[in-house]
């Protein structure tokens, strides 16, 4: 079964993209997706070789609700910044974040959700994949900083990608 499907959830993930690129659900449209779901990761697991394990269970829903709601309160955080607060008040700071991810597909998503977080952007990872340079726009205490983005969305990634 694995050579035929090699990545499940890529497979599924791309046959619901294409549905939703589609914009309607025909027989047509459903035939076509499962066969790029299953054709795609055919062609591409030989690029694949260590793929990672990856939890799609609660601990990958937990992480995906707390980056929904994250994003909500930093959009408020954000627009109340700009409409009362003046530029010369802002904080904005480089913040240099250790990294205990392992594997590229986890730091990946972590860099991404800190870039999708308003406010923040992942901006580089050290050569060596130990550390993550991130912009905050507005931070009192870069310490705290760290550690929030540690303990709220690397430590969860740790349980997704075991």
Known sequence: MRRLIP???????????????ANSITV?????????????????????????????????????????????????QIAWLILFRRNRDLRSRWLVIPI????PEAITVLAGTISLTPGTVSSDVS????????HALDVADEAAEVARIKQRYEKRLMQVFA
């Open 7 to 21: 990545h499940p959830a890529l497979s599924v993930l791309l046959a619901i993209v294409w549905l939703l690129m």
């Open 28 to 76: 047509g449209g459903i035939v076509l997706g499962l066969i790029f779901g299953i054709l795609l990761p055919i062609f591409t697991a030989p690029f694949w070789p260590d793929r990672p394990r990856v939890r799609f269970g609660l601990a990958a829903l937990g992480y995906v609700a707390i980056v929904l709601w994250d994003i909500v309160i930093a959009n408020f």
């Open 100 to 103: 205990s991810l392992t594997t």
């Open 127 to 134: 050569a060596d994949g130990r550390f993550l340079l991130v």
